[in-house]
């Protein structure tokens, strides 16, 4: 049965994120390697703490 997500879980808030062709290049390798597409690896990323949200963005959340 899959598991049913909270409201927390359900709110989702828009990111934009500017990358160089080579920084773009290499998240889209890391991402493969886990057999993720490139926008799952992000929200990953985001989630676990390793990318922070700028202020403005911290705010709305």
């Not at 057999?35 to 202020?55: A, K, P, Q, Y």
């Amino acid at each position: 049965m899959a598991k049913k997500k909270t409201e927390e879980e359900k709110k989702s808030i828009p990111v934009i994120v500017r990358l160089s062709k080579e920084e773009y290049e290499i998240l889209e390798k890391r991402a493969s390697i886990l057999g993720m597409n490139v926008s799952t690896f992000l929200r990953l990323l985001i989630r676990r703490g390793r990318i922070e949200l700028d202020e403005r963005e911290q705010k709305i959340s």
